[in-house]
């Protein structure tokens, strides 16, 4: 590598300068689909931290011997590999939680945030830096997963990781949970809002 | 070495997919056991829910083996033809058409001295995917104690209402016996009535189809218990 790599902007830049959701606009399938409660849209996250941080290690590690014709299928079996096992132990340690992601465990493959780390850095650093890359992208992703499902989960339902919190008083003075925020489309209202309120703090983000 | 050419291509795909493979086939292996322990746990989890009792976490087949102190299998005639109703798939029996041929599986739970429930599982089709349940007579036969509905994938806040409380609970106290003929609980737009005397629920608005998949469940699942539910009533 002819650049001397800053370690520090390649972990802290995609929280929020270079977020993967809010400024490039990856990944957003899964933050509309596992976002309704806050504990899945937390362990989705954690998934993706790990998956991205070890794939991107992995990748890093063997970008030397990868033939470049067969780059893509090669990143493709790593990250399903290691999506099947992070799976399998939900299954294993975490049930209930499995049963709520579900398939979205599955698509974490698909993930646009993935390949695109892989391809756009992992196959071109040295294993420390693409593991920080990884760990810092996950978390970036993982930001903007728990706000929306904070939000969805507390005017949704009224509960934040399945325990009460709007006090029964206010359900007795009248006060209803507001049903389309557990609805889809509201995910993407509220991800909407969160890149208006990023953009509107961050002058260099916005487009002439 | 030439790292482009067509047998290291070669060779290097088949070296990662065995790999690759290797390490999934050891994982899958090494965890089967505690998910084949959590996933009957889930199961004993919603057994136990159709009587509202909500069993201690981590201790579930402990209380499951507490309140369940019987499980058998009956025929459509009512005969008991079997002791494992765990084990039963009730996914396939479902869907066997004649019911003559359907294991079909019962628990008897103990919820206090004297006081014996009768659970019966219900499968059946949502709108997106399977919907199941369990449905908790008293011991008359007659009188429903309690229910418990599950989906994979029905619309949240729409059809995914069935596992809520709201909707099952309007199950307790409805009879499938009305002088002496059998009528498994309709379910209905809310406000209106069945075209039979059959004891009804609301459906879910905007939840209409996976309403109707509840009632065409319940039809197909409880209807063949019929003659061991009226034994039960005459005891």
């Known amino acids: 590598m002819a650049d001397k790599i800053n370690y520090k902007s390649v972990f802290f830049n995609p929280f929020s300068k270079d977020n993967p959701v809010v400024v490039q606009i990856l990944g ?3 933050v509309l689909a596992v976002t309704a409660k806050l504990e899945p849209a937390l362990v989705m ?37 290691l999506v099947v096992i992070v799976d399998q132990l939900l299954k294993a340690y975490a049930y209930d939680v ?23 850095f992992a196959m071109g650093n040295k294993p420390w830096p693409a593991f920080l890359d990884g760990v810092g992208n996950g978390i970036g992703y993982a930001i903007i997963l728990v706000i929306v499902g904070f939000f969805r989960e507390l005017f949704g339902s009224g509960t934040l990781m399945g325990y009460q919190v709007v006090p029964q008083s206010f359900y007795e003075a009248g006060y209803v949970n507001n049903g389309l925020m557990i609805l889809p489309p509201m995910a993407l209202i509220v991800v909407a809002c969160v890149i208006w309120v990023h953009r509107s703090r961050n002058k260099e983000l916005q487009e002439e | 070495m030439n790292k482009q050419s067509n047998i290291y291509t070669i060779v290097y795909i088949i070296v990662m997919v065995a790999a690759v493979g290797t390490a999934l086939a050891f994982t899958a292996m090494s965890l089967r056991p505690k998910q084949v322990d959590n996933a009957n746990a889930d199961k004993m989890k919603q057994i136990l829910a159709s009587v509202r009792i ?12 507490k309140y369940i102190t019987a499980q058998f299998i009956v025929n459509e005639a009512g ?19 004649d019911a003559a041929d359907r294991k079909l599986p019962v628990y008897e739970c103990r919820i206090a001295e004297n006081d014996v429930k009768y659970i019966i599982p219900v499968y059946g089709a949502g709108l997106w995917g399977p919907i199941w349940g369990y449905v908790s007579f008293d011991s008359d036969g007659s009188t429903i104690y309690g229910a418990y509905f599950a989906h994979q994938g029905e619309t949240p806040g729409l059809g995914a209402e069935i596992e809520k409380a709201a909707f099952s609970d ?46 065409s469940m319940l039809d197909n699942c409880l209807t063949p218990y019929k003659a061991f539910l009226q034994t039960l009533s005459e005891k």
């Open chain 2, 79 to 97: 005969e008991k033809v079997g002791d494992n109703a765990f084990g039963v798939d009730v996914a396939a029996e479902s869907k066997i058409k």
């Open chain 2, 54 to 65: 909500t069993p201690t976490p981590g201790e579930v087949t402990t209380d499951f083996e």
């Open chain 1, 28 to 30: 957003i399938c899964s």
């Open chain 1, 45 to 81: 996250g954690m998934s993706v931290i790990a998956v991205l941080a070890f794939a991107n290690v992995i990748i890093s590690l063997i970008r030397n011997t990868i033939p470049t014709n067969i780059r893509i299928i090669v990143q493709l079996v790593v990250v399903a590999g």
């Open chain 1, 98 to 120: 499995s049963k709520q992601l579900s398939v979205f465990i599955g698509l974490i493959i698909t993930n646009c945030i993935l390949m695109g780390r892989l391809e756009a």
């Open chain 2, 170 to 215: 309007q199950f307790v106290g409805k009879q499938v016996f009305k002088g002496g003929a059998f009528y498994p609980i309709e379910v209905v737009k809310a406000g209106q009535k069945p075209a039979d005397e059959s004891d009804y629920v609301d459906g879910i608005s905007g939840g209409t189809i996976t309403s109707k998949g509840v009632g």
